[in-house]
Structures are given as C-alpha cells and as structure tokens.
Nanobody
Framework: QVRLVESGGGLVQAGGSLTLSCAAS????????MGWYRQGSGKERELVAT???????NLADSVKGRFTVSRDNAKNTVYLQMNSLKPEDTAVYYC???????????WGQGTQVTVPS
C-alpha cells in the first residue's frame, strides 16, 4: 500500500506560478513512476506530467514549456512547477504513483488549483 499526500494548491492570477508537491510513503520500491493528472469541472481526468524513478519525463502538450515535473527519490516526493498559468489550468490536480508490480496504482486526494479568468 502507498499513501500520497499532496500540498501546494490554491488560487493564483493568470500568468502566475504555483508549485505542487506530493510525498509518497508505504511500500515503495525503487522502480516507479510518479506524476500528476488533473480534472476540470465537467471534464475527464487527463495526464499532466509523469516522471520515472530514472528521471524520464512525459508532459502533456498543453503544459509543455510552462510546467516542469521533478522528483526527489530520497524523499519519494514529486513536484510540479507551474508557470504562466492560464484559466484553463483550473482543475483538481491528483498525484499519481505507479509501482513496478502490475496493478499497483495509487492516487492522492487531489488539490484544487484555480486561475480566475
């Protein structure tokens, strides 16, 4: 079992920046993928960014050039640095963890990011 605790959401004006953090604890093996998904009101949950324990990253086209995903393996923590925020970035952001064992997928409780138009 893996527990994910997110922090850093809030309200920020368009063009501003925000950093999300997610700390994982529990049965964590060295090989894993962590990242972020988001779900806007009335929309499906979508990938924002992921990063493997080896440092390979994958970002959605809509956030490339504005968002950066990073991690501290020693702390089992993943970060999402969000710059040049837009109203369309408004969503609940969910931390995601996928272990090496098939089926070992976990989600955080979600943190709200609001960018007023």
């Amino acid at each position: 079992q893996v527990r994910l605790v997110e922090s850093g959401g809030g309200l920020v004006q368009a063009g501003g920046s925000l950093t999300l953090s997610c700390a994982a604890s529990g049965s964590i093996f060295s090989r894993n993928t962590m990242g972020w998904y988001r779900q806007g009101s009335g929309k499906e949950r979508e990938l924002v960014a992921t990063i493997t324990s080896g440092g390979y990253t994958n970002l959605a086209d809509s956030v490339k050039g504005r968002f950066t995903v990073s991690r501290d393996n020693a702390k089992n923590t993943v970060y999402l640095q969000m710059n040049s925020l837009k109203p369309e970035d408004t969503a609940v952001y969910y931390c995601y963890f996928r272990g090496a064992v098939p089926g070992s997928n976990y989600w955080g409780q979600g943190t709200q990011v609001t960018v007023p138009s």
